[in-house]
């Protein structure tokens, strides 16, 4: 059985998840920090893509404020071209995966698929042989738009903050070409709301 994949992100309350040239906003507060360090204890992978390590440049770990002696796991960057910088954060340690559609004898590098995107199956299939049995995607928005387009999402999680970003070009949490029939619309179930900091998670059962 491929790993279980969880979506978990936080968004304006006009659904942006950042300013329009990416810009990383604070949308919530401690709890919800303490949350997320939570779900990634939990998961034996994150993910993200290579646009988000450009842009935020996160170390993807636990931090131990929220998890005494954090167990952190594996850290897993969609990187089609190979390009991710190598000063990247998240390899201060052997911890890491890049998934990429290029060919590499570096033993951190995977091949997924012959096209211009990671084939994200292949990538799930390699996950399941490491002994993956639980994936948190943590963005950004094309990587999001990619595994639902796949209907590789089991559980979405948003944490929806009490401000407004705005503007056309402001990044969503699920970018990419969207719906563009009906029968392209991704259905949930919602299977919780809880208040938290200022603001309210929504917990969301992906309908197959």
């Excluded at 507060?29 to 935020?56: K, M, N, P």
């Excluded at 084939?119 to 299939?125: A, C, I, K, S, T």
Aim: aromatic share 4%; net charge negative; proline share 4%.
């Amino acid at each position: 059985m491929r790993p279980k994949v969880i979506v978990n992100l936080a968004m304006s309350a006009d659904g942006k998840i950042a300013l329009p040239d990416r810009t990383e906003v604070k949308i919530s507060g401690e709890e919800d920090f303490a949350r997320v360090h939570c779900l990634r204890h939990e998961a034996d992978a994150i993910l993200v893509g290579s646009g988000t390590v450009r842009a935020d440049d996160p170390k993807l770990t636990v931090k131990e404020r929220f998890i005494k002696k954090p167990e952190h796991p594996l850290r897993v960057v969609l990187d089609s071209k190979g390009d991710i910088p190598k000063d990247a954060r998240l390899f201060d340690d052997d911890n890491y995966l890049i998934a990429t559609t290029v060919e590499s004898d570096d033993p951190h590098w995977v091949k997924c698929g012959d096209g211009e995107r990671v084939d994200l199956h292949e990538l799930m299939n390699e996950l399941q042989r490491r002994g993956i049995k639980k994936v948190m995607v943590e963005g950004g928005g094309e990587v999001i738009h990619s595994f639902f387009e796949e209907d590789l999402v089991d559980e979405y999680n948003v944490y929806v903050g009490s401000l407004i970003i705005g503007g056309a070009k402001a990044p969503t949490p699920v970018d990419g070409k969207g719906a563009l029939t009906k029968d392209d619309i991704k259905h949930l179930k919602l299977v919780s709301h809880t208040l938290m900091d200022d603001g309210v998670l929504l917990k969301y059962r992906v309908k197959k």
